[in-house]
């Protein structure tokens, strides 16, 4: 959602943004709302133990 930004709406800091008044709580809870599900969208990789280096 490009009207609210990245800033506002990054998890680490908007509760402060939300006590500071700039985003609303309900704002916050519908941008939440209309991000796509992701679910299921990503390759899986197999990692094979005795390929890691070990010192």
């Keep these: 959602m490009a ?3 990245d800033r ?6 908007v509760e402060r943004n939300i006590a500071k008044g700039l985003i609303s709580q309900e704002e916050y ?6 991000l796509a ?6 390759d899986q990789v197999e990692i094979d ?3 890691s280096i070990t010192e």
């Design 37 to 42: 599900d992701r679910e299921g969208a990503y």
């Design 49 to 51: 133990p005795g390929d």
């Design 3 to 5: 009207t609210l930004g």
């Design 29 to 34: 809870e519908k941008y939440l709302a209309d």
């Design 8 to 13: 506002l709406t990054d998890k680490r800091i």
